[in-house]
């Protein structure tokens, strides 16, 4: 398996609340699951040391809009995930960056985030973004709101953004059997190559992370461009 090409990775980590409601356990059960496969494919990608990034959609705005025991559940599950694992990412030389709208969470809860991004800060081997409480159109928002009056142009968004994600993602693996981008990266995946996965995330393995590389192994990746073409 070569991996050459493959430097960022995404995933839209999505099935968690389906997966518990298949066997008749509550949803909470479903999102205590799906950290393990977060663990192994921080694993995988840090025995694979040509991905440099790992970016994975834990948590979107329009997530909002279910029962708030679930939200506050899901920031606490992060929270406990972040302080069990902390000091392993900071051995292994992982850097962590927290993407999305943290306006609305809880003080305490934030600042402990922020003091575990703080802490990873200088790690260069994995950057790991965790986009919790995000939107594609929310971060173009705020790109553009950071830009002075003047004319925008396409390298502006781009330089705020990949400030904060690293270089566009190569492959987006989506798991729960959706074939939708649910408003994830909207900038970035302009040329990504997608992966649709009818598994949901708590039974994710690296078999299917596997599986989905081979398959991104033999995509021709063109960027709209002609092969071999001469004037």
């Not at 430097?7 to 389906?18: E, F, P, V």
């Not at 997966?19 to 663990?39: F, I, L, S, T």
Request: proline residues 2%.
């Amino acid at each position: 398996m070569t991996l050459a090409q493959l430097k960022h990775l995404a995933i839209i980590m999505d099935g968690n609340g389906r997966w518990a409601n298949a066997r008749g356990q509550a949803r909470q059960d479903g999102h205590e699951m799906g950290v393990d496969p977060v663990k192994q494919v921080i694993k995988y990608c840090l025995e694979h040391s040509q991905i440099n990034t790992l970016t994975l959609f834990a948590y979107s705005l329009e997530n909002l809009e279910r029962p708030k025991y679930e939200t506050i559940y899901i920031e606490q599950l992060l929270l406990r995930a972040l302080c069990a694992n902390i000091s392993q990412l900071c051995e292994k030389g992982v850097r962590l960056k927290i993407i999305g709208d943290l306006a609305g969470v809880a003080t305490n809860v934030k600042k402990q985030i922020l003091d575990y991004v703080d802490l990873t800060k200088a790690n260069t081997r994995l950057q790991l973004n965790i986009c919790f409480r995000y939107s594609g159109r929310w971060h173009i928002m705020n790109a553009m709101n950071s830009i002075t009056k003047r004319p925008v142009t396409e390298d502006d968004i781009k330089n705020y953004i990949n400030n904060d994600l690293g270089d566009d993602p190569d492959l987006l693996i989506r798991t729960g059997g959706e074939l939708r981008i649910s408003n994830f990266l909207l900038w970035n995946i302009a040329y990504t190559e997608l992966y649709f996965l009818d598994r949901y995330w708590p039974d994710f393995s690296v078999d299917d992370l596997k599986g989905a590389i081979e398959h991104f192994n033999q995509r021709q990746r063109r960027y709209g461009k002609v092969e071999n073409y001469v004037e």
